[in-house]
């Protein structure tokens, strides 16, 4: 069995598309699945990645001033019209055996583009949480959770298409699951707080929480950093770390997350992927939206008190993290409420993705 990923990482666009996409190609990898990447040579890419996670890689040019025509609300994010991206990524697809799967996790591929490759491979699958453009695919992964999840891609995606919907079907890796089979009670107190605005973090989100960490004053806080390879305030932010905050430890692109997790007693950061990483280490959170497909998934998590949520990131400064976080160091009961409500969400019984790709290959 092969399978090909269509997923870019970038600056602009950060790197979780990228990063759940590596955690299922390696659940797939130890299955005995041959695994490749095609991606674009965006500014932020995570290549050195994929390779040193052992995966073949085929990359996209890098194109500099091209006029994109919008046929998607993120149509620039492919860094050249979507009818180029096609043609270049059926080249690849032509020298290969006919791929049992190609999984697609891009907001800027659409039906259109989805057409145009289905000769060219035996089945598709589209990870997306937008729903906000139709899909000619046969397995539709939205590993978020949406008030209406069962209604949202419909009239979007073909009748035959199987839907995987729900944190239910959360792509983690192994090592969330392992920590938490020995995940610790939580008692509401804030002790360690663990920092984490995504992988790329382009508007600094973590140096305005972390001057707002210091602001509280107290030696006995301590401070897991976490950023990643393609973060532009990475030197920065560690030298804020190493400076100015003697309890605080700095973690560039580290694998410890899920341990990291398992050891603090708050998060701060933004939606995304790392949303359903913290649910399902129980591990309570402050939360600000980065973009704007993240604000309706926050918005009810805050309703349903599993998480504490500010607004946009743009909108929230230094004192309103600060007020937010010695608030919730008072409120121990409320910290313990928001820890037992994600882990209620998200219960230890995952389905597997896998199962479900192994059995639709046609």
Request: proline share 3%; charged share 25%.
């Amino acid at each position: 069995m092969n399978v090909f990923f269509r997923v870019d990482a970038s600056i602009e666009m950060g790197s979780g598309h990228l990063m759940r996409c590596l955690t299922l190609a390696e659940q797939l990898k130890e299955k005995g699945v041959d695994v490749s990447f095609i991606s674009r040579n965006h500014e932020g890419n995570l290549f050195n990645l994929i390779i040193e996670k052992g995966f073949k890689l085929y990359q996209l040019p890098r194109v500099g001033t091209n006029k994109i025509k919008p046929q998607t609300q993120h149509s620039q994010w492919l860094g050249v019209n979507w009818d180029v991206d096609v043609n270049e990524t059926i080249e690849i697809l032509k020298n290969n055996l006919k791929p049992d799967w190609l999984i697609i996790d891009h907001y800027a591929i659409d039906e259109a583009w989805e057409k145009q490759v289905r000769p060219f491979v035996k089945n598709i699958m589209v990870i997306d949480d937008l729903a906000d453009r139709p899909h000619d695919c046969d397995i539709l992964l939205d590993q978020n959770y949406y008030l209406n999840m069962k209604e949202r891609y419909r009239g979007l995606i073909p009748s035959t298409c199987q839907t995987l919907l729900g944190p239910q079907f959360v792509l983690l890796r192994p090592e969330f699951i392992k920590a938490r089979e020995k995940l610790r009670k939580r008692n509401g107190d804030i002790k360690k707080i663990f920092v984490f605005f995504g992988g790329t973090d382009p508007t600094n989100e973590t140096k305005k929480a972390l001057s707002a960490i210091k602001r509280i004053n107290k030696s006995d806080i301590t401070a897991d950093v976490v950023v990643g390879a393609s973060n532009p305030h990475k030197k920065d932010i560690e030298s804020y770390c190493n400076s100015n905050m003697m309890n605080a430890t700095y973690y560039c692109q580290t694998d410890k997350i899920a341990e990291l997790m398992a050891k603090a007693d708050l998060a701060i950061g933004g939606g995304g992927t790392t949303t359903w990483e913290r649910c399902y280490m129980g591990l309570p959170a402050i939360v600000v939206s980065l973009a704007d497909n993240q604000i309706e998934t926050n918005e009810i998590l805050a309703q349903k008190r599993i998480i504490k949520y500010l607004g946009k990131a743009e909108e929230i400064s230094e004192d309103i993290w600060y007020r937010n976080i010695n608030e919730l160091m008072s409120c121990p009961d409320y910290v313990s409420e928001l820890s037992k409500n994600a882990l209620n969400l998200m219960d230890n019984s995952l389905n597997n993705i896998l199962v479900e790709l192994l059995r639709g290959t046609k």
